[in-house]
T-cell receptor, first 117, second 114 residues
Framework: GAVVSQHPSWVICKSGTSVKIECRSL??????MFWYRQFPKQSLMLMAT?????????EQGVEKDKFLINHASLTLSTLTVTSAHPEDSSFYIC?????????????FGPGTRLTVT | AQKITQTQPGMFVQEKEAVTLDCTYD???????LFWYKQPSSGEMIFLIY??????QNATEGRYSLNFQKARKSANLVISASQLGDSAMYFC???????????FGTGTRLQVFP
C-alpha cells in the first residue's frame, strides 16, 4: 500500500513553454503533498507544501508564480513549471502523507526528470 | 533553524561487511522524527527506517539499524551484511512536530564492492 505515482516520468520541453507534472496517491488520501527539487548529485530541496483545497505554502526563494501548485483533491496535486528555462531542468519529486506528526511517513513518487532545451 | 548534516560524501564497504553512515541534526523542537532513505540511480526514494525523538530503543528494520544518541544529536545508520544492491545514495532526514516538512542532509554515496 501507500503508492504515489508521478506523470510523466520524464519530459523534454522547449524554453518558454510550460509543463505540468502530476502527483497522485493511488491507494490512500493524502492530507498533505510536498514538492521537492533535486539537482544532479545534490540533496532534495523542499519547494512547497500543499493541502487539498488551499493555497500551497512555498519555501523561501521559490517563485510561486513560476512553480504553480494545485492540490485539487485528496489524491492529486499538480506542479506546473511556467515559462520554463534551461536552469529549471531538474529532477522533481513529490511526496504525500496521510497524517500529521513526526512519526508519519512521507511516501515518495518515482520522480519526474525535466529537461528544458 | 533545523539542520541535518551528513559529513561523509562517499563510503566504500566490502560485501558482507557492516557499514555506518553518519548523521547529526540540530533542532530546538523536543519532538521530532528522524528518517533514513535510500536513493538508487533510478531516483526513487526508498524509506528505510524511522526513529522518534521519544523512542527509548534504537530502531531496527532487518539489516538496518539506527544508532540514536539523543544527547549528541546523532542518528547514524548501520547496515549489516552489506550487499551489492545496497550501492546507492543514502539520505538522513528530520521532520518536526510543528511542521510536516522533511529536511534532508546532503547524502552519502555508498558503494559496495565484491
Amino acid at each position: 500500500g501507500a503508492v504515489v505515482s508521478q506523470h510523466p516520468s520524464w519530459v523534454i520541453c522547449k524554453s518558454g513553454t510550460s509543463v505540468k507534472i502530476e502527483c497522485r496517491s493511488l491507494d490512500f488520501q493524502a492530507t498533505t503533498m510536498f514538492w521537492y527539487r533535486q539537482f544532479p548529485k545534490q540533496s532534495l530541496m523542499l519547494m512547497a507544501t500543499s493541502n487539498e483545497g488551499s493555497k500551497a505554502t512555498y519555501e523561501q526563494g521559490v517563485e510561486k508564480d513560476k512553480f504553480l501548485i494545485n492540490h485539487a483533491s485528496l489524491t492529486l496535486s499538480t506542479l506546473t513549471v511556467t515559462s520554463a528555462h534551461p536552469e529549471d531542468s531538474s529532477f522533481y519529486i513529490c511526496s504525500a502523507s496521510m497524517e500529521t506528526g513526526p512519526s508519519y511517513e512521507q511516501y515518495f513518487g518515482p520522480g519526474t526528470r525535466l529537461t528544458v532545451t | 533553524a533545523q539542520k541535518i548534516t551528513q559529513t561523509q560524501p562517499g563510503m566504500f564497504v566490502q560485501e558482507k561487511e557492516a557499514v555506518t553512515l553518519d548523521c547529526t541534526y540540530d533542532t530546538s523542537d523536543p519532538s521530532y522524527g528522524l528518517f533514513w532513505y535510500k536513493q538508487p540511480s533510478s531516483g526513487e526514494m526508498i524509506f528505510l527506517i524511522y526513529q522518534g525523538s521519544y523512542d527509548q530503543q534504537n530502531a531496527t528494520e532487518g539489516r538496518y539499524s539506527l544508532n540514536f544518541q539523543k544527547a549528541r544529536k546523532s542518528a547514524n545508520l548501520v547496515i549489516s551484511a552489506s550487499q551489492l544492491g545496497d550501492s546507492a545514495m543514502y539520505f538522513c532526514a528530520m521532520r518536526e512536530t510543528n511542521t510536516d516538512k522533511l529536511i534532508f542532509g546532503t547524502g552519502t554515496r555508498l558503494q559496495v564492492f565484491p
